[in-house]
């Protein structure tokens, strides 16, 4: 399976911060690669997909990067709204698996 | 708006079974893949996996670490999707999702709100 690390795992940030969250797959994964928000209450939302791809519906602040093994998830100017569990997913080679995700808080 | 809500959850001995239930709607059901995924509290998510859509025969994948004792199944003249799970282990203790796959994508774009269970004597 392929392993997806994510750093840091717990991350303290102010509003209005500029943050950035990363994402490495144990190999290759050619871009195949999503970012999802989990809020306290445990509810899911896709972030990004393929990359860089926002999904509809999510704010403009939210960006995703990257290619080949490494990724990275920013957020322009954090909001309050955005306190939550990030994790990223590879679609590229099944069984599709997951970070264990970075928890954001609010400094 | 599409909608999936998980049910059926709860506390199960060691050894038992447990089948869960998400409802869909919003959507056209018959054209999607569907998925399951658990969580572990403080864990990462695992993808179980998904049964394909009306256009590839309902056909099912499975991850290797649950092939062979869970099901995936649905019902689509009721919008319904079903995680069959037998001899559960304490280890199967999580909170469920279901989501969705969009065509054609290796992503979930909705899932729903999760159901929790716990595997104990």
């Known amino acids: 399976d392929i392993k997806m690390t994510q750093s840091p795992s717990s991350l303290s940030a102010s509003l209005g911060e500029r943050v950035t969250i990363s994402c490495r797959a144990s190999?290759?994964?050619?871009?195949?690669l999503a970012w999802y928000q989990k809020k306290e209450d445990g509810s899911v939302k896709l972030l990004i997909y393929?990359?860089?791809n926002l999904q509809s519906g999510v704010p403009s602040r939210f960006s995703g990067s990257g290619s080949g093994k490494d990724y990275s998830l920013t957020i322009s100017g954090l909001e309050s709204e955005d306190i939550a569990t990030y994790y990223c997913?590879?679609?590229?080679?099944?069984?599709?698996?997951f970070g264990s995700g970075t928890k954001l808080e609010i400094k | 708006e599409v909608k999936l809500l998980e049910s059926g959850g709860g506390l199960v001995q060691p050894g038992g079974s447990m089948r869960l239930s998400c409802a869909a709607s919003?959507?056209?059901?018959?054209?999607?893949?569907m998925n399951w995924i658990r969580q572990p509290a403080g864990k990462a998510p695992e993808w179980l996996g998904f049964?394909?859509?009306?256009?590839?025969?309902?056909?099912?994948e499975y991850n290797p670490s649950v092939k062979g004792r869970f099901t995936i199944s649905r019902d689509n003249t009721q919008n319904m999707l079903y995680l069959q799970m037998n001899t559960l282990r304490a280890e199967d203790t999580a909170t469920y999702y279901c989501?969705?796959?969009?065509?054609?994508?290796?992503?979930?774009?909705?899932w729903g709100q999760g159901v929790m269970v716990t595997v104990s004597s």
């Open positions: 393929y990359t860089s």
């Open positions: 190999e290759n994964i050619n871009n195949i």
């Open positions: 049964i394909r859509n009306k256009a590839n025969g309902y056909t099912t």
């Open positions: 997913q590879q679609g590229y080679t099944p069984p599709l698996t």
């Open positions: 919003g959507f056209t059901f018959t054209d999607f893949y």
């Open positions: 989501a969705r796959w969009p065509l054609g994508a290796h992503y979930f774009d909705y």
